[in-house]
C-alpha cells in the first residue's frame, strides 16, 4: 500500500455527543493506525493540504506478488472525481453500490464486466474469475467478520486510571494475535520516565541500520541492559519502580558521553570493516551485541582489536554461536570476559573457550568448514570484501542482486563428457558472486571466451579467479574434466589462503 501522509488532529474527529462527561465510551488501547488503515482503506479519506477524497483501488484480477512492490494487490488511492475503471476496483463500492449485495453476485457482476475488457484463452478466464471470487470475498469478509483479527475487550474501565496503570492492563493483555516485540512494551514503561529515550534509542537503531539491514532497537535493548548490570533479556519490569528511574537516569545521563560514540563506532565498524548491507549475511543481529559492549568500553579499538572483533563475528555466523539460548548465551559471555574489558584487548580467546567447553561448538576455520555448501554467502561476501575493499551486495539497482554464479556452468559439468559430481560442481572453488543482469547476459558461456573476452575488454578478471595463472590466461579454462578439478582445487585452496588468518585470527 502507497504511504498516505496524513497529519490528523484526531481530536476533529471526536462525535460530540459521545465525548460529553457520563457517556460510556469505547476507547482503543491498541490498534489505533490498524483501525485508521482499514478506514482510509474502505472509506477513502480527504488530502489535508487540499481537501481532495482519495479511494483506495485495487486490482480485483491480481494474486501475484508484485516483484518490484513486493505487494500482492498493490494498493493506490486515487482522487475520487477521476475514478478508474476494471480491472482496477474501488473499494468503497463494497460500502455503497453493493453495500447489500452477496459476495457471489458481486464477484459475478464483476466478471461479467472483465468479459468484455479483457483478451483471454478459456483458461485464463476460469483462472480469473476464480481469483475475482477469492479477493471480493475476502474483501467483504474483512467488512464483516471478526476472523482477521485478534481482540482483547476490556470492559468496565469507565473511570479515570493513571498512565501506568493502563500500560499494566496493555502489558497483560498483549499476548494473543501479533505480539508487539519486547522493546515496544519497554518502550511503554520508559516513557513515562523519560522524554528522550525512545527517540535516542530509535536514532541509533537507524544509524547503525546499513543497506539492507535492519538493526531493531531490542538488541541494542540488550547490550544496554547487560552494560547496566541488568541481564540480556528485554523485560518492562525492569523499568518500573525505583530501580527504573535509577536505570533511565544512568541511560540518560551517559547517552553523549558513552552510548553515541559506541553507537558510532560499531557503526564504523559495520561500514568499514565488515561492510555489511545485506541481510543474507547475517545469521545473527545478537553476535553484534558483545561487539557493541566491547566498543561501548573501548570506543577507539585498535587495528589489532578489530581483526579480533571481525574473527568473531564471522565465527558467531559461521558457527552459529546464537542460535540458541540466547540472553544466556550474552549473559555469560558479559560476566566472563566483557564487564571489565576497560582499556583491555577483545578476549576473542576466552569466548572462544566458552563455546568450546560450555556450548561444545566449533571455533577453528579449517578446509572442511569452507567447503560447507550452506556457508557459500558467509565466505563469498568475506572473500570479495577482502580482495576488492567492497561488499559485492552492495548495489543500487533493485534487481541487480548478486547471484552465486558458477564459474564452469553446472548445466555442462554433469554431463557428457566430463561428467563431474553434484559436490565438485556446486562447490566454493567453482563459484563466484555476480551482479543478476551480468550472470543472465552469461548464460552458460565456456569460461575460457567468456573471461578471456572480459579481459580483452579490459575488465579485471582477477578478483573472480583469484589464482594468477587463469587470471593471466584464461585460456586454460579448458571445458575439460582434468583442467575443471585442477583449477578448482587450485581456486579452493587460495580462498583458504585468503580467508583462513581472518576468519582464525587471535
Given at each position: 500500500?502507497?504511504?498516505?501522509?496524513?497529519?490528523?488532529?484526531?481530536?476533529?474527529?471526536?462525535?460530540?455527543?459521545?465525548?460529553?462527561?457520563?457517556?460510556?465510551?469505547?476507547?482503543?488501547?491498541?490498534?489505533?493506525?490498524?483501525?485508521?488503515?482499514?478506514?482510509?482503506?474502505?472509506?477513502?479519506?480527504?488530502?489535508?493540504?487540499?481537501?481532495?477524497?482519495?479511494?483506495?483501488?485495487?486490482?480485483?484480477?491480481?494474486?501475484?506478488?508484485?516483484?518490484?512492490?513486493?505487494?500482492?494487490?498493490?494498493?493506490?488511492?486515487?482522487?475520487?472525481?477521476?475514478?478508474?475503471?476494471?480491472?482496477?476496483?474501488?473499494?468503497?463500492?463494497?460500502?455503497?453500490?453493493?453495500?447489500?449485495?452477496?459476495?457471489?453476485?458481486?464477484?459475478?457482476?464483476?466478471?461479467?464486466?472483465?468479459?468484455?475488457?479483457?483478451?483471454?484463452?478459456?483458461?485464463?478466464?476460469?483462472?480469473?474469475?476464480?481469483?475475482?471470487?477469492?479477493?471480493?470475498?475476502?474483501?467483504?469478509?474483512?467488512?464483516?467478520?471478526?476472523?482477521?483479527?485478534?481482540?482483547?475487550?476490556?470492559?468496565?474501565?469507565?473511570?479515570?486510571?493513571?498512565?501506568?496503570?493502563?500500560?499494566?492492563?496493555?502489558?497483560?493483555?498483549?499476548?494473543?494475535?501479533?505480539?508487539?516485540?519486547?522493546?515496544?512494551?519497554?518502550?511503554?514503561?520508559?516513557?513515562?520516565?523519560?522524554?528522550?529515550?525512545?527517540?535516542?534509542?530509535?536514532?541509533?537503531?537507524?544509524?547503525?541500520?546499513?543497506?539492507?539491514?535492519?538493526?531493531?532497537?531490542?538488541?541494542?535493548?540488550?547490550?544496554?541492559?547487560?552494560?547496566?548490570?541488568?541481564?540480556?533479556?528485554?523485560?518492562?519490569?525492569?523499568?518500573?519502580?525505583?530501580?527504573?528511574?535509577?536505570?533511565?537516569?544512568?541511560?540518560?545521563?551517559?547517552?553523549?558521553?558513552?552510548?553515541?560514540?559506541?553507537?558510532?563506532?560499531?557503526?564504523?565498524?559495520?561500514?568499514?570493516?565488515?561492510?555489511?548491507?545485506?541481510?543474507?549475511?547475517?545469521?545473527?543481529?545478537?553476535?553484534?551485541?558483545?561487539?557493541?559492549?566491547?566498543?561501548?568500553?573501548?570506543?577507539?579499538?585498535?587495528?589489532?582489536?578489530?581483526?579480533?572483533?571481525?574473527?568473531?563475528?564471522?565465527?558467531?555466523?559461521?558457527?552459529?554461536?546464537?542460535?540458541?539460548?540466547?540472553?544466556?548465551?550474552?549473559?555469560a559471555i558479559f560476566n566472563r570476559t566483557l564487564k571489565s574489558c576497560a582499556g583491555k584487548?577483545?578476549?576473542?580467546?576466552?569466548?572462544?573457550?566458552?563455546?568450546?567447553?560450555?556450548?561444545?561448538?566449533?571455533?577453528?576455520?579449517?578446509?572442511?568448514?569452507?567447503?560447507?555448501?550452506?556457508?557459500?554467502?558467509?565466505?563469498?561476501?568475506?572473500?570479495?570484501?577482502?580482495?576488492?575493499?567492497?561488499?559485492?551486495?552492495?548495489?543500487?539497482?533493485?534487481?541487480?542482486?548478486?547471484?552465486?554464479?558458477?564459474?564452469?556452468?553446472?548445466?555442462?559439468?554433469?554431463?557428457?563428457?566430463?561428467?563431474?559430481?553434484?559436490?565438485?560442481?556446486?562447490?566454493?572453488?567453482?563459484?563466484?558472486?555476480?551482479?543478476?543482469?551480468?550472470?543472465?547476459?552469461?548464460?552458460?558461456?565456456?569460461?575460457?571466451?567468456?573471461?578471456?573476452?572480459?579481459?580483452?575488454?579490459?575488465?579485471?578478471?582477477?578478483?573472480?579467479?583469484?589464482?594468477?595463472?587463469?587470471?593471466?590466461?584464461?585460456?586454460?579454462?579448458?571445458?575439460?574434466?582434468?583442467?575443471?578439478?585442477?583449477?578448482?582445487?587450485?581456486?579452493?585452496?587460495?580462498?583458504?589462503?585468503?580467508?583462513?588468518?581472518?576468519?582464525?585470527?587471535?
Open positions: 500500500m502507497q504511504k498516505i501522509e496524513v497529519d490528523i488532529d484526531l481530536h476533529t474527529l471526536y462525535d460530540e455527543s459521545k465525548s460529553q462527561n457520563e457517556v460510556e465510551k469505547v476507547l482503543v488501547l491498541d490498534g489505533q493506525q490498524r483501525l485508521q488503515t482499514l478506514y482510509c482503506i474502505y472509506h477513502g479519506f480527504l488530502k489535508s493540504d487540499a481537501g481532495v477524497l482519495k479511494e483506495a483501488y485495487l486490482d480485483i484480477t491480481s494474486i501475484n506478488v508484485d516483484t518490484i512492490t513486493e505487494q500482492i494487490y498493490n494498493l493506490q488511492f486515487v482522487d475520487a472525481r477521476t475514478p478508474e475503471s476494471l480491472p482496477l476496483f474501488r473499494v468503497k463500492d463494497l460500502l455503497s453500490k453493493y453495500e447489500k449485495t452477496a459476495s457471489e453476485d458481486i464477484s459475478d457482476k464483476v466478471n461479467e464486466e472483465l468479459d468484455g475488457i479483457l483478451n483471454e484463452s478459456a483458461d485464463e478466464k476460469k483462472t480469473r474469475e476464480r481469483i475475482v471470487r477469492k479477493n471480493i470475498s475476502k474483501l467483504r469478509s474483512i467488512l464483516t467478520e471478526d476472523v482477521h483479527f485478534w481482540i482483547e475487550e476490556l470492559d468496565g474501565t469507565v473511570n479515570e486510571y493513571p498512565y501506568k496503570t493502563i500500560l499494566e492492563i496493555f502489558v497483560r493483555v498483549n499476548s494473543g494475535g501479533t505480539k508487539l516485540d519486547a522493546s515496544d512494551l519497554m518502550f511503554a514503561a520508559m516513557k513515562e520516565l523519560s522524554a528522550n529515550i525512545e527517540e535516542n534509542l530509535e536514532d541509533a537503531a537507524l544509524l547503525l541500520s546499513n543497506g539492507n539491514i535492519n538493526f531493531e532497537i531490542d538488541t541494542i535493548l540488550k547490550a544496554i541492559l547487560l552494560i547496566n548490570g541488568k541481564g540480556a533479556t528485554v523485560d518492562p519490569q525492569k523499568f518500573k519502580g525505583g530501580e527504573g528511574i535509577t536505570l533511565v537516569n544512568s541511560i540518560d545521563g551517559n547517552w553523549d558521553s558513552n552510548y553515541l560514540p559506541a553507537f558510532q563506532a560499531l557503526r564504523d565498524f559495520i561500514i568499514t570493516d565488515l561492510k555489511l548491507d545485506n541481510s543474507k549475511i547475517i545469521r545473527s543481529y545478537n553476535s553484534l551485541v558483545p561487539i557493541l559492549i566491547y566498543l561501548y568500553f573501548n570506543p577507539a579499538a585498535t587495528p589489532e582489536n578489530k581483526s579480533r572483533l571481525k574473527a568473531f563475528y564471522y565465527k558467531a555466523q559461521i558457527f552459529n554461536w546464537f542460535s540458541s539460548q540466547t540472553d544466556g548465551v550474552l549473559e584487548d577483545f578476549p576473542l580467546s576466552d569466548i572462544q573457550e566458552y563455546f568450546v567447553n560450555s556450548r561444545h561448538t566449533r571455533i577453528n576455520f579449517d578446509m572442511a568448514v569452507l567447503e560447507d555448501h550452506s556457508l557459500r554467502f558467509f565466505f563469498l561476501h568475506l572473500l570479495y570484501v577482502e580482495t576488492n575493499s567492497s561488499s559485492a551486495f552492495n548495489v543500487k539497482l533493485k534487481n541487480n542482486a548478486p547471484h552465486v554464479d558458477h564459474i564452469y556452468p553446472k548445466s555442462k559439468l554433469g554431463k557428457e563428457p566430463l561428467l563431474i559430481d553434484a559436490k565438485d560442481i556446486n562447490h566454493i572453488g567453482n563459484y563466484r558472486l555476480v551482479g543478476a543482469s551480468d550472470n543472465i547476459r552469461k548464460r552458460a558461456e565456456d569460461p575460457e571466451s567468456y573471461f578471456t573476452n572480459l579481459k580483452n575488454s579490459g575488465i579485471s578478471i582477477q578478483k573472480h579467479l583469484l589464482v594468477e595463472e587463469y587470471s593471466d590466461d584464461p585460456a586454460k579454462l579448458k571445458m575439460d574434466r582434468k583442467e575443471y578439478l585442477k583449477f578448482k582445487q587450485k581456486r579452493t585452496m587460495k580462498i583458504f589462503e585468503i580467508l583462513e588468518p581472518i576468519i582464525n585470527f587471535v
